[in-house]
């Protein structure tokens, strides 16, 4: 089946760019998403990009998207204590049949 | 836009009571609404998905007399866990989207403590 991967762990310095990565495996997803999940909350949407596009920014957010290598990364620009959460990577197939997710990597934000 | 509540937000309860959760879409209609089980520290991991007026379609290895879930309307979604045990104490949260490959918006989660 379809699978999702990311590195579980990252620390940064407050202000350097923050970039985390993903790697999922499902060649017919339509698109691919960036959630953030803050201590005991729900996930807030991020940012997604449709599989036709290899760039997309939103003001401190890139994300980068490589269909060959099946590789997304969300790059976070001036990293701040406030972006220290979970990030989940998560990907869907044609119709939204599956929706798969990664299982996060727990980004730290050091002063 | 795309607000989806979630409640209650914590619950604690004796084993052997049953517990039901309200997910809620507040400014779109909900084709489809998710269950999700999160583990400390963990990915989530899908229970559910229903569809609006059908039955729901629940993951391998969940039991569906042990998870119910209700999708009357396109704004509300419910999902009770019946006789609970302390084995069922979990973050359990819910999205929704309107279908195909929408985004998926979430609710903030409730976290289900059984004594």
């Known amino acids: 089946g379809e699978d999702v991967e990311q590195s579980l762990f990252l620390s940064v310095r407050e202000g350097d760019s923050s970039v985390i990565n993903c790697t999922y495996t499902?060649?017919?997803?339509?698109?691919l998403y960036w959630y953030k999940q803050e201590p005991g909350a729900g996930l807030q949407l991020l940012t997604y990009?449709?599989?036709?596009?290899d760039m997309k920014q939103d003001q401190r957010l890139t994300v980068l998207l490589n269909k060959k290598d099946k590789h997304l990364s969300l790059r976070i620009a001036d990293t701040q204590t406030g972006d220290s959460a979970i990030y989940f990577c998560?990907?869907?197939?044609?119709?939204?049949?599956?929706?798969?997710f990664g299982p996060g990597t727990r980004l730290s934000v050091l002063p | 836009g795309a607000v989806v509540s979630q409640h209650p937000s914590w619950v604690i309860c004796k084993s052997g009571t049953s517990v039901k959760i309200e997910c809620r879409s507040l400014?779109?209609?909900?084709?489809?609404m998710f269950w999700y089980r999160q583990f400390p520290k963990q990915s989530l991991m899908l229970m559910a998905t229903s569809n609006e007026g059908s039955k729901a379609t629940y993951e391998q290895g969940v039991e569906k007399d042990k998870f119910l879930i209700n999708h009357a309307s396109l704004t509300l979604s419910t999902l009770t866990v019946t006789s609970a045990h302390p084995e069922d104490s979990s973050f359990y949260i819910c999205?929704?989207?309107?279908?195909?490959?929408?985004?998926?918006?979430f609710g903030d989660g409730t976290r289900l403590s059984i004594l």
């Open positions: 400014d779109f209609q909900a084709t489809t």
């Open positions: 499902d060649s017919s997803s339509t698109y």
């Open positions: 998560a990907e869907t197939g044609n119709y939204g049949q599956n929706f798969v």
């Open positions: 990009i449709f599989s036709n596009m």
């Open positions: 999205s929704a989207n309107q279908g195909g490959n929408q985004p998926q918006h």
